[in-house]
Nanobody
Framework: QVQLLESGGGLVQAGGSLRLSCTCS????????MAWFRQAPGEEREFVAV????????YYTDSVKGRFTISRDRDQNTVYLQMNSLKPDDTAVYYC????????????????????WGQGTQVTVSS
């Protein structure tokens, strides 16, 4: 089992930046595919970005390409989401997900590909 704790959310003006962190604790001996999802009020939770456990390949939803960057620090058991040029449409609760299962990159946009979730961190972008 692994526990995930997100941090770094807040209120920012359009065009600003935030960096989210997701720290893993518990069974960190296993390697995990790690992803960020987000959920706006009244909407379904949607995929944002993923970083694979071995290859460290990354994949982004189209709406954040060129603005967001996912990365990981294995020594700190932490995954980051650097968010630049933020827009009001980026307002949501951001969740970190993890899975030890092997999967091809193109399937990791699906919510049910993940076994563990954090509690989320609120990101609000004002216009």
């Amino acid at each position: 089992q692994v526990q995930l704790l997100e941090s770094g959310g807040g209120l920012v003006q359009a065009g600003g930046s935030l960096r989210l962190s997701c720290t893993c604790s518990g069974d960190t001996s296993s390697d995990y595919n790690m992803a960020w999802f987000r959920q706006a009020p009244g909407e379904e939770r949607e995929f944002v970005a993923v970083i694979k456990k071995r290859t460290v390949s990354t994949y982004y939803t189209d709406s954040v390409k060129g603005r967001f960057t996912i990365s990981r620090d294995r020594d700190q058991n932490t995954v980051y989401l650097q968010m630049n040029s933020l827009k009001p449409d980026d307002t949501a609760v951001y969740y970190c997900g993890a899975t030890p299962r092997n999967a091809i990159l193109s399937t990791l946009w699906q919510r049910d590909a993940y076994d563990y979730w954090g509690q989320g961190t609120q990101v609000t972008v004002s216009s």
